[in-house]
């Protein structure tokens, strides 16, 4: 099986921290140059360091901010004007929208979703596009969530704007198989990372319980009955973005335990 990512950039959104960083180190480790982006420049100096470099790799960091489509649009702009700059991977990750019920939520919530996540995305499939095109390899992996098959309670305006996401993406993975540029999107359950630990915090705060119950409760509902790791999550993630995925487009694969209890 063909993992090999030899000659291929991947541009990361999100790789400061957690899943995204996961998914920096393994793209780095089959051998991709990697473009770190996210909004914290000394985080990313950090992971920069943390990535494999044995393959002869050139990795870069690029600093925007999402809640910013502009930023983000003229900042992968600027990169690609270097010599040599390319983009054959775009992995699609941000934070989610805060929490609370979609009767709650206000427009400018919905608007500040929207862009963080669907025009982000948008402009820079446009902006990677290019190089896909000329290299006939392209793989866009969005890192979504379950609610796109399974709406979760509680988060209203994530729920809303994910599932808008997945549908942008399974209408480009139609239009741009052609190309051999595949779209699919890879759907976190519980991820031990920084946000289920905030995410457990303040269920535990509104039930009156202790953390360790609500961490329990949350595993009680996952056939594993345990929370995932990011480089459980990042396996899914390289695997897609490899040639060995070649023939896999427009899918939402779930990586979460069982937990997401439809087809």
Known sequence: MNLSLIGKTALVCGSSQGMGKAIAKQLSEQGANVVLLARNQEKLEAVQNELDHSQGQ????LVADFTNPDNVKQVVYDYL????????????????PAPG??????????LAAFNQHLVCNHELMKLALPSMKEAKFGRIVNVISTSVKQPLDGLGVSN????????????LANELGQFNITVNNVLPGATNTVRLEAIIQNKAKKKGVSIEE????????IPMKRFG????????VGFLASPAAGY??????????GRTSCL
């Open 101 to 110: 019920p979609a009767n709650a939520a206000n427009t400018a919530d919905f």
């Open 81 to 96: 004007q270097e010599p040599e700059a390319a983009i054959h991977i775009l992995v699609n990750n941000t934070g989610g």
């Open 58 to 61: 050139d990795h870069h960091i």
């Open 229 to 236: 790791t990011a480089q459980e999550f990042a396996n899914a």
């Open 248 to 257: 896999i487009t427009g899918v939402n694969l779930p990586v979460d335990g």
């Open 160 to 171: 809303t704007v994910r599932g808008a996401v997945a549908n942008w993406a399974k209408t």
């Open 214 to 221: 609500m961490e329990q409760e949350e595993k009680s509902i």
